[in-house]
């Protein structure tokens, strides 16, 4: 006869029980229980319907009233994998976007939105320091290759002379890609090395941008000299605030005022920069101090300001405990809502709620829709022959790539290439 274990006896007690259990019971481990009330409203949790924990790039359209803005870059001018130099993306419901900064490495986090690159066409930079503005060259050459063929529009301040200003930056950067232009003419669509300059002074309290709802204001910042700038962004009854680089000061006191969303620099404490960046104690104060924000300044500001989020930024994010370090000190002055601003934190802002998550996108961003613009083909410029002549015949190779085509799209090489271009 077999033995059966104690187990499976108290199995078929339960089958056995459960099989004389009233119907219209709930059946658990130890019985029937009551139908809780809850059940019966309760809707199902689906994957569409239900709010996630983070933000799938490119998948979430913003609420009528809702302003979503994203870190591309917390950190300084040290970019790493992990953490590119300032830039800040600021997405309107009423379909207007911008960038505030556009430091070393941000483009990579850009890529990582799975958005058209006409979204990225609106640009207000702080200041000239590379950790600010080190990705525009990349913005301007990248953009028709992610699909954009939209020019560039920039602003930023003015300088103590002419020379050091945003307008005569640019002019520079355009001469650098004299060579890019020119080699791509006939190949590529040109609109989108385009870029429009609105440079203003730096001095002034002022509104620098005015257009469908949106009013976007300048002031003063107290940096390593002349020329900085802050900026705040008002738009349906919504206020972003950013600092850029600067310490604490009365114009950010001012102008922050009624703020949803404050992000200020907290930079690395005096410590850290000592003990960890390897600046001798002379040198770690006066950069902590008189160019950048202290974590503890950042928390008296926060606190004298009250906004609904406040944002610390502009650190070097180790991985271990330099975010915690932050909060901890920042906390040693505010009480408020506060984050510390990682790459690809995104806070989604109406005003009901602001939501904290992190974005969750693709490594790869290949297969984003082109503009129309075609390169104009009168334009395009060849190496020189003894160039030229040092190719080896394509013929062979390049019959095997046609032939490989989809008709449809062979037919049209066929025909819209010139003739010399195809294989003989």
């Known amino acids: 006869m077999t033995t059966l274990s104690r187990s499976a006896v108290v199995l078929l007690q339960f089958i056995a029980f459960a099989a004389h259990a009233e119907p219209d019971k709930l059946l658990t481990p130890l019985g029937p229980a009551e139908q809780p009330s809850f059940a019966e409203t309760r809707e199902p949790i689906t994957e569409l319907g239900r709010e996630r924990s983070y933000y799938l790039a490119g998948s979430e359209e913003l609420g009528k009233q809702e302003m979503r803005v994203i870190a591309l870059g917390s950190g300084m001018p040290q970019i790493q994998r992990r953490q590119a130099s300032a830039c800040w993306f600021v997405e309107l419901a009423n379909g207007d976007s911008f ?165 200020h620099e907290c930079s690395d404490p005096v410590e850290v920069l000592i003990k960890s960046r390897n600046h001798l104690p002379e040198s770690a104060w006066m950069i902590a101090t008189s160019a950048h924000t202290q974590p503890e300044l950042a928390g008296q500001l926060f606190e004298a300001l009250q906004p609904r989020m406040a944002v610390c930024f502009h650190y070097v994010d180790d991985g271990i405990g330099a975010t915690q370090n932050l909060y901890a000190s920042v906390r040693n002055l505010y009480s408020g809502p506060l984050s510390i601003a990682q790459d690809m934190m995104v806070w989604n802002v109406t005003s009901d709620s602001i939501r904290v998550r992190k974005v969750v996108g693709g490594e790869y961003a290949f297969s984003l829709p082109r503009g129309k613009e075609q390169p104009d083909q009168s334009k395009l410029i060849e190496p020189s022959d003894w160039l030229i002549q040092e190719r080896i015949d394509p013929s062979a190779a390049y019959k095997r790539v046609l032939e490989n085509l989809d008709p449809e799209i062979r037919d049209r090489i066929l025909e819209k290439v010139p003739p010399d271009k195809l294989p003989q």
């Open 99 to 263: 960038i505030f900064d556009i430091g070393s490495g941000c483009t990579a986090n850009m890529s990582l939105l799975e958005l058209p690159w006409d979204t990225f066409t609106k640009v207000f930079i702080t200041h000239l320091h590379s950790d600010h503005f080190g990705d525009l060259p990349t913005l301007l050459a990248g953009g028709w290759q992610m699909g954009r063929s939209i020019p560039i529009e920039v602003w930023g301040p003015s300088g103590l002379t002419p020379e050091l200003g945003t307008k005569a930056a640019i002019e520079h950067l355009l001469g650098m890609f004299r060579w890019e232009y020119v080699s791509k003419r006939g190949r590529a669509p040109m609109s989108s090395y385009a870029i429009k300059v609105h440079e203003f002074d730096y001095a002034r309290e002022q509104i620098v941008y005015d257009r469908n709802g949106v009013t976007i204001r300048s002031w003063p910042a107290v940096h390593v000299m002349d020329g900085p700038v802050s900026y705040s962004l008002e738009w349906n009854g919504l206020k972003f605030a950013y600092s850029g680089d600067t310490t604490a000061n009365n114009w950010f006191l001012k102008n922050a005022r009624n703020s949803d969303i404050v992000v």
